[in-house]
């Protein structure tokens, strides 16, 4: 008796729309000739709010022009979590292109019946609905007829991709016009009526106790409002921002700190994380042996990073209004909702109490001191009479209370047989958790809730699971088609130094030392790094980009004195953007990056340009990774609190990047923000080796380092 195949899975809803099905949270139709899109992602510079409007103007049959995108915000906005992990297109893009097309479709309806035509005979073009004998209607004049207050229909069928006019096509920014003129758009530039002003006191020393705090000097400055001390938590409120600078500096002269806690050995990174108390997990275990296959000899390798810094451009900035028992917070949190359920902890109010919304900030990406800020600002408005208040951190503070990226030691064994193939893989990773943001436990994670009279426990970081990507182990399972491995994770448990989310989470460090191990195989074996990569490869999207960078690239090109060029590849978080870069050094008393060449397949590309910008930047930012940044330390306090001392990348040594989009129109897009990072430090590393013929496994390559590496080669 033949088995009947199972039925089909019946549709479903996007995962951003089924969690906010209600289509009047997404859009709403105004009789002037607007369409208001309130997307629960925010804009951070990586030009989505651009990109999504494309894909509603589009599916609505609407002119760009006619598209309003409303800031995130708890009063309005769908809650889509976080702006984080490169996912706007795939969660936001998705649900608003379903429920555009779904709203089309539901104002089609309504135009039919006003109209008396058939839905199949009606056109829309720039949002007038038209049919047979000129008849004609418009979604604005529809607009109080037609009620979205409906949840959203699985099974919807938007635009094929040929249909589509705007996506897939480049078209300016909407945020940079803002920027380019000076106007205001970021929080740091925003002014509300009546607007106080903060500061907040913090110890030098690593978790450092408030023990005494003497109020007369600050007391005297002109201007000030509120001196607020709840257990080691302390600042002041003034009329002026230069008042709350100089009664902030009269506290800390009047402030007495317990000791901190001791900080690892800087310049022993590797041996502190793989001492430390861990939670160890096996992420991957393959497990295939060739027919006469043996071991001939294993090849062992340990590439570390070290912790690295957001150093934003503008340190973090919030303002917070107290009426009553509610708050108004305007942040440039990239999670506006799920600031608000920490805010709710620590404060001991219902979440409706608490109103948080969006404004953009100015380099603002990963868990830096953005959501810090935030409750900073509410504890010290507390104390403002019913006034705003508007607190920004120091640079000083930026670079030593915002959480960092972790530090990472990574180690990977290779089995070669007799010929130096590849037999057996097993990477190893030591890392504390990649991961603190607010809102996803049952304890906040803000610093200022560390430091009150009643403190809620220190969080220490976690990993999102592999299935969100992963965190320290995310791009640790090879996409190279090797016999076996097995990849570990050891978490740390402990964390002296605080770690949250920095761009690519641990997917850079495992790119960085997966692609280095493959280069040194390479290398071994006389094989060219591009065709060696290619053998390995089963997935012709991954060879694609490879093959479309080294075209590009000319690779490889003659050999230069104190010129070398390196090749790198990932996929981001293994289900993202396919990126390959192929890197140009110079090496002369420092390493310089002359050229990057790229090659990205973000599947469809919603705005190409939008999409360049972005592997520019990511590739820019790796740079500067690679060749500078690091966070000093002694054994007491967080050291490089300035650009002197934690240099990022000039102007002047930013390299030529060029990019080229790999357009899958067929496919469901992407994103591109974080695709950069990993394959851009491999390829640079990977260049170092190729010029100088010795190997720098430890982040960031100075020139002590290569020196190093040069005594021990």
């Given at each position: 008796?033949?088995?009947?195949?199972?039925?089909?899975?019946?549709?479903?809803?996007?995962?951003?729309?089924?969690?906010?099905?209600?289509?009047?949270?997404?859009?709403?139709?105004?009789?002037?000739?607007?369409?208001?899109?309130?997307?629960?992602?925010?804009?951070?510079?990586?030009?989505?709010?651009?990109?999504?409007?494309?894909?509603?103007?589009?599916?609505?049959?609407?002119?760009?022009?006619?598209?309003?995108?409303?800031?995130?915000?708890?009063?309005?906005?769908?809650?889509?979590?976080?702006?984080?992990?490169?996912?706007?297109?795939?969660?936001?893009?998705?649900?608003?292109?379903?429920?555009?097309?779904?709203?089309?479709?539901?104002?089609?309806?309504?135009?039919?019946?006003?109209?008396?035509?058939?839905?199949?005979?009606?056109?829309?073009?720039?949002?007038?609905?038209?049919?047979?004998?000129?008849?004609?209607?418009?979604?604005?004049?529809?607009?109080?007829?037609?009620?979205?207050?409906?949840?959203?229909?699985?099974?919807?069928?938007?635009?094929?991709?040929?249909?589509?006019?705007?996506?897939?096509?480049?078209?300016?920014?909407?945020?940079?016009?803002?920027?380019?003129?000076?106007?205001?758009?970021?929080?740091?530039?925003?002014?509300?009526?009546?607007?106080?002003?903060?500061?907040?006191?913090?110890?030098?020393?690593?978790r450092a106790k408030l023990r005494e705090l003497k109020e007369d000097s600050a007391q005297a400055v002109a201007g000030l409002v509120a001196i607020v001390r709840d257990g080691s938590f302390a600042g002041v409120v003034a009329?002026?921002?230069?008042?709350?600078?100089?009664?902030?500096?009269?506290?800390?002269?009047?402030?007495?700190?317990?000791?901190?806690?001791?900080?690892?050995?800087?310049?022993?990174?590797?041996?502190?994380?793989?001492?430390?108390?861990?939670?160890?997990?096996?992420?991957?275990?393959?497990?295939?042996?060739?027919?006469?296959?043996?071991?001939?000899?294993?090849?062992?390798?340990?590439?570390?990073?070290?912790?690295?810094?957001?150093?934003?451009?503008?340190?973090?900035?919030?303002?917070?209004?107290?009426?009553?028992?509610?708050?108004?917070?305007?942040?440039?949190?990239?999670?506006?909702?799920?600031?608000?359920?920490?805010?709710?902890?620590?404060?001991?109010?219902?979440?409706?109490?608490?109103?948080?919304?969006?404004?953009?900030?100015?380099?603002?990406?990963?868990?830096?001191?953005?959501?810090?800020?935030?409750?900073?600002?509410?504890?010290?408005?507390?104390?403002?009479?019913?006034?705003?208040?508007?607190?920004?951190?120091?640079?000083?503070?930026?670079?030593?209370?915002?959480?960092?990226?972790?530090?990472?030691?990574?180690?990977?064994?290779?089995?070669?047989?007799?010929?130096?193939?590849?037999?057996?893989?097993?990477?190893?990773?030591?890392?504390?958790?990649?991961?603190?943001?607010?809102?996803?436990?049952?304890?906040?994670?803000?610093?200022?809730?560390?430091?009150l009279e009643n403190p809620f426990p220190r969080m220490v970081s976690t990993n999102p699971p592999q299935a969100n990507g992963g965190g320290g182990d995310r791009n640790s399972i090879p996409l190279y088609d090797f016999p076996?491995?097995?990849?570990?994770?050891?978490?740390?448990?402990?964390?002296?130094?605080?770690?949250?989310?920095?761009?690519?989470?641990?997917?850079?460090?495992?790119?960085?030392?997966?692609?280095?191990?493959?280069?040194?195989?390479?290398?071994?074996?006389?094989?060219?790094?591009?065709?060696?990569?290619?053998?390995?490869?089963?997935?012709?999207?991954?060879?694609?980009?490879?093959?479309?960078?080294?075209?590009?690239?000319?690779?490889?090109?003659?050999?230069?004195?104190?010129?070398?060029?390196?090749?790198?590849?990932?996929?981001?978080?293994?289900?993202?953007?396919?990126?390959?870069?192929?890197?140009?050094?110079?090496?002369?008393?420092?390493?310089?990056?002359?050229?990057?060449?790229?090659?990205?397949?973000?599947?469809?590309?919603?705005?190409?340009?939008?999409?360049?910008?972005?592997?520019?930047?990511?590739?820019?930012?790796?740079?500067?990774?690679?060749?500078?940044?690091?966070?000093?330390?002694?054994?007491?306090?967080?050291?490089?609190?300035?650009?002197?001392?934690?240099?990022?990348?000039?102007?002047?040594?930013?390299?030529?990047?060029?990019?080229?989009?790999?357009?899958?129109?067929?496919?469901?897009?992407?994103?591109?923000?974080?695709?950069?990072?990993?394959?851009?430090?491999?390829?640079?590393?990977?260049?170092?080796?190729?010029?100088?013929?010795?190997?720098?496994?430890?982040?960031?390559?100075?020139?002590?380092?290569?020196?190093?590496?040069?005594?021990?080669?």
């Amino acid at each position: 008796m033949s088995q009947q195949a199972p039925a089909p899975s019946p549709p479903a809803l996007p995962v951003s729309l089924a969690a906010n099905p209600k289509l009047s949270t997404w859009l709403k139709f105004s009789r002037s000739g607007q369409v208001m899109v309130s997307p629960g992602k925010v804009e951070i510079g990586q030009g989505i709010v651009t990109a999504l409007a494309q894909i509603a103007a589009d599916e609505l049959d609407i002119d760009l022009s006619r598209v309003q995108m409303i800031r995130a915000s708890t009063a309005v906005s769908p809650n889509e979590g976080v702006t984080s992990g490169s996912l706007s297109i795939q969660q936001s893009g998705r649900a608003l292109r379903h429920a555009c097309a779904e709203v089309r479709q539901i104002f089609l309806q309504q135009a039919a019946e006003r109209l008396g035509v058939g839905i199949d005979a009606l056109g829309i073009e720039d949002g007038t609905i038209s049919g047979p004998g000129n008849v004609r209607t418009s979604y604005w004049e529809l607009a109080d007829e037609v009620s979205l207050d409906r949840d959203a229909t699985p099974g919807i069928k938007p635009k094929i991709a040929t249909s589509r006019t705007l996506a897939g096509h480049s078209v300016q920014r909407i945020d940079i016009p803002d920027k380019l003129f000076g106007r205001p758009r970021f929080i740091h530039d925003r002014a509300l009526a009546g607007m106080l002003h903060g500061r907040v006191l913090r110890p030098e020393h690593a978790r450092a106790k408030l023990r005494e705090l003497k109020e007369d000097s600050a007391q005297a400055v002109a201007g000030l409002v509120a001196i607020v001390r709840d257990g080691s938590f302390a600042g002041v409120v003034a009329e002026t921002e230069h008042g709350a600078e100089t009664a902030l500096n009269a506290l800390r002269k009047g402030a007495t700190w317990s000791d901190g806690e001791p900080l690892p050995d800087e310049d022993d990174l590797a041996s502190f994380l793989k001492a430390q108390p861990c939670e160890s997990t096996v992420i991957g275990r393959k497990t295939a042996t060739a027919p006469g296959a043996a071991v001939a000899r294993t090849i062992r390798r340990q590439y570390t990073r070290p912790y690295i810094a957001h150093a934003s451009i503008a340190p973090s900035c919030a303002m917070a209004q107290w009426a009553g028992e509610r708050v108004h917070v305007w942040t440039h949190s990239q999670g506006v909702y799920l600031l608000r359920t920490d805010l709710a902890l620590v404060l001991k109010l219902p979440v409706e109490n608490i109103t948080v919304e969006h404004l953009e900030g100015a380099g603002c990406y990963g868990h830096n001191a953005a959501d810090d800020v935030a409750l900073d600002a509410v504890l010290l408005a507390k104390y403002a009479g019913g006034r705003p208040v508007r607190v920004q951190w120091s640079r000083q503070g930026e670079m030593s209370d915002a959480p960092f990226g972790a530090a990472m030691a990574i180690g990977i064994e290779a089995d070669l047989d007799a010929q130096g193939e590849i037999i057996g893989w097993r990477h190893s990773i030591w890392s504390n958790g990649h991961a603190a943001r607010p809102g996803r436990a049952a304890q906040p994670a803000l610093l200022a809730a560390f430091e009150l009279e009643n403190p809620f426990p220190r969080m220490v970081s976690t990993n999102p699971p592999q299935a969100n990507g992963g965190g320290g182990d995310r791009n640790s399972i090879p996409l190279y088609d090797f016999p076996s491995w097995r990849i570990e994770s050891h978490r740390l448990t402990t964390m002296p130094i605080r770690t949250s989310a920095l761009r690519t989470l641990g997917g850079q460090g495992n790119v960085f030392a997966i692609e280095s191990m493959l280069d040194e195989i390479a290398a071994e074996r006389g094989e060219d790094p591009v065709a060696f990569r290619l053998r390995h490869l089963r997935d012709q999207r991954a060879q694609d980009v490879i093959r479309a960078a080294a075209t590009r690239a000319r690779w490889k090109p003659e050999k230069q004195p104190g010129i070398g060029h390196g090749i790198g590849f990932g996929r981001y978080k293994n289900t993202g953007a396919y990126c390959a870069a192929i890197a140009e050094i110079e090496s002369a008393e420092e390493i310089s990056v002359r050229k990057l060449t790229l090659a990205v397949d973000v599947g469809e590309a919603i705005n190409p340009d939008g999409v360049i910008n972005q592997i520019e930047g990511g590739a820019i930012q790796a740079a500067s990774w690679v060749l500078k940044e690091r966070v000093r330390f002694d054994r007491e306090r967080i050291t490089s609190t300035s650009w002197t001392e934690y240099p990022i990348l000039r102007f002047s040594e930013v390299p030529d990047v060029e990019v080229e989009v790999i357009q899958r129109p067929d496919m469901d897009p992407v994103g591109a923000g974080e695709a950069a990072h990993g394959p851009v430090t491999a390829a640079i590393a990977n260049a170092v080796f190729d010029a100088l013929g010795v190997r720098v496994r430890d982040l960031p390559i100075t020139r002590d380092r290569i020196i190093t590496a040069m005594e021990l080669s």
